[in-house]
């Protein structure tokens, strides 16, 4: 590991001024990205800002308008083990309990994950089929201007993350086939219904998270008896990689659609 200096500010604005005064400094949350890419020395940053103190990050609250309110610093075990997220929102828990393991649930965070927004990362999916917001230190962005591409957001290089707004939704489900080794999603589902309609986010397949349009807006009557084998996937893009081809997560989208429906109830 090469030299870097370490800061750990306790406010969000001192966090600010710091990362504007320095050379090419990065936040640092629960450092499971990170820190392995450093060692690795595909990030080089000559100053990590640790946000760990900072609590206008932390928290998971119900807000007056019916929303939950999930603090950035948040830790995939926090949000799974959360019982308002539990009894509002039960397919996030479901999903956050199913990143990776117990050392990297424990320590990982939700911003984290999102501002890292690796493309077989499982929140996008959330995010986008919730229709959640990302507020940070100076505005708030919807989930679908969020995502650009491949570990690429729309931040500013000095901007925040501070919370994220999820829509309550008593009617949730996520599905995932993931990796066996990192546990990252190769093909993941999040389905929810909004407005008594269908909405499916697809998250690992392409270069960024995409909602599922052919199944978007169905009735849930329709959903159950739809022919999920007619989805046209050709303008998504689909990757191959060494996890799987293209055809392989065309078929795992066609063939956990069903399941994943079923389990929305
Ligand atoms: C072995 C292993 C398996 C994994 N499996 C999965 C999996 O199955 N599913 C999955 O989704 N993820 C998985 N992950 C990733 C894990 O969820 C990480 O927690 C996550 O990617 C990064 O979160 P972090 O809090 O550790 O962020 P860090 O590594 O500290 O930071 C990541 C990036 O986000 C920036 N950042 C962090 N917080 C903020 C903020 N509030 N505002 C602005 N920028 C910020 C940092 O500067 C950095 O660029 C895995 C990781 C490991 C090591």
């Known amino acids: 590991m090469y030299q870097f200096e370490y800061h750990k500010p306790s406010s969000l604005a001192d966090s600010i001024e710091l990362f504007n005064k320095l050379e090419f400094p990065k936040y640092l949350a629960g450092g499971m990205t990170l820190i392995p890419a450093m060692k690795q020395k595909l990030s080089s940053p000559t100053d990590l800002i640790d946000l760990q103190n900072i609590d206008e990050l932390k928290g998971i609250n119900k807000s007056k308008d ?21 009894n509002n ?3 996030l828990s479901y999903l956050a309990s199913k990143i990776a393991d117990n050392a990297v649930r424990n320590s990982g965070t939700i911003g984290g994950s999102i501002c890292n ?3 077989a990362a499982d929140y996008p999916a959330a995010l986008l089929s919730l229709e959640a917001t990302i507020n940070t230190n100076n505005r708030s962005i919807p989930a679908k201007d969020f995502f650009i591409d491949m570990f690429e957001t729309k931040l500013e290089s000095h901007e925040i993350v501070t919370s994220i707004t999820f829509p309550i939704k008593s009617k949730s489900f996520y599905l995932k086939f993931s990796s066996q080794a990192s546990k990252y999603a190769i093909v993941g ?9 269908l909405s499916v986010s ?5 270069n960024k998270v995409f909602h599922l349009e052919e199944v978007n807006n169905l009735s849930l009557n329709k959903a159950l008896t739809y022919d999920y ?3 046209n996937l050709e303008k998504m893009n689909i990757n191959s990689d060494i996890h799987a081809s293209s055809k392989y997560r065309v078929s795992l989208i066609k063939n956990m659609l069903p399941k994943l429906i079923e389990n929305i109830f």
């Open 202 to 206: 697809v998250t690992g397949a392409a």
């Open 229 to 231: 084998d007619k989805i």
């Open 66 to 86: 019916n929303t939950i309110i999930v603090g950035a610093f948040s830790s995939h075990n926090e949000i799974a083990n959360s019982l308002l997220i539990k």
């Open 189 to 197: 589902m999040f389905a929810c219904i909004v407005n008594d309609q």
């Open 117 to 119: 927004a690796d493309p």
């Open 89 to 91: 929102i039960k397919g």
